[in-house]
């Protein structure tokens, strides 16, 4: 890590360590505050960043980046256990005739 201390490169890391926490515990709350943090501290990254801290803050897109991928890991789980609960995605594709379609899938429970 780089030597220069920064408040706001600090933020950022803490929220996405928060972040990553929060997914590997699927913790919605805590995922929600972790991205609320994490945009405050870009907010206040976002007057220029000099060259004492690119260094830093290229180790921080790479965490981000793997977030991103849990998070992407987390999602296809997600729609998965919904497939096999009977239960559809919407898709914003279009058919030919321009207008959107949704195939449906059920599953019965149980059988009476």
């Excluded at 805590?30 to 220029?48: D, F, N, P, V, W």
């Excluded at 965490?63 to 914003?92: D, K, M, P």
């Amino acid at each position: 890590m780089n030597a220069v201390a920064n408040p706001d490169l600090d933020r950022l890391a803490q929220a996405l360590a928060d972040e990553r926490q929060a997914l590997l515990d699927n913790d919605i709350n805590a995922l929600m505050r972790s991205t609320q943090e994490k945009i405050a501290a870009l907010k206040m990254l976002e007057s220029g960043i000099t060259e004492d801290r690119e260094g830093r803050l290229a180790e921080l897109v790479e965490i981000n980046r793997a977030n991103g991928a849990l998070l992407a890991r987390r999602r296809r789980e997600v729609n998965w256990a919904l497939r096999h609960l009977g239960r559809t995605e919407s898709t914003s594709a279009y058919d030919a005739r321009g207008q959107t379609s949704q195939s449906h899938f059920t599953r019965e429970w149980a059988v009476a």
